[in-house]
């Protein structure tokens, strides 16, 4: 959760400060991507009042309901095992809200660290970030760190 400073910390979508006993929305960090339409909601805290008026505040809901619920049962990809240990994670949080793109299918995907190196899906994941930054679909400093994480875990061979 975004940390909330009652009378200072200001409403995503009015800019006025969130005041004492307002009823308040809040997400923690969700959307990597920043090109993303629901990047709006990453991070960020609304009074009630200003998330309901928002045209994309359902599916934001939707949509974080789901990452959340998904991330009660850390299963990873490539081992099929429980991750258990937090610093042991990597997710991919939401890369696109549209179900057409080549991103969405890697919307939520959990590995554990240790398992990226084995993971057969790795390069293509990597080569789909990959085009999909070049077209300026993807972008963002969260998508940045998630390439260099990836790339730093390919074989040597297909580094090259
Ligand atoms: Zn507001
Ligand atoms: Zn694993």
């Not at 009378?7 to 995503?12: I, M, V």
């Not at 610093?87 to 890369?95: K, N, S, T, V």
Request: charged share 20%; hydrophobic share 35%.
């Amino acid at each position: 959760m975004p940390v909330i400073i009652r009378g200072k910390t200001l409403c995503h979508a009015c800019r006025h400060p969130i005041g004492e006993g307002e009823l308040i929305v809040s997400f923690s960090p969700f959307v990597t991507n920043a090109a993303d339409p629901l990047h709006q909601f990453n991070d960020a805290v609304f009074h009630t009042s200003c998330f309901e008026r928002l045209v994309l505040a359902q599916t934001a809901r939707a949509t974080y309901d789901a990452v959340r619920s998904a991330a009660e049962h850390r299963t990873c990809v490539a081992c099929e095992s429980p991750i258990t240990s937090p610093d042991e994670w990597f997710g991919a949080g939401i890369l696109s809200s549209d179900p057409s793109s080549t991103l969405a299918r890697y919307n939520g995907l959990q590995l554990h660290r240790s398992c990226l190196g084995d993971w057969d899906g790795l390069s293509e994941f990597v080569s789909d970030l990959e085009s999909a930054k070049q077209s300026g679909e993807l972008r963002g400093p969260a998508v940045d760190n998630l390439l260099d994480e990836l790339r730093s875990r390919l074989p040597q061979s297909a580094a090259r």
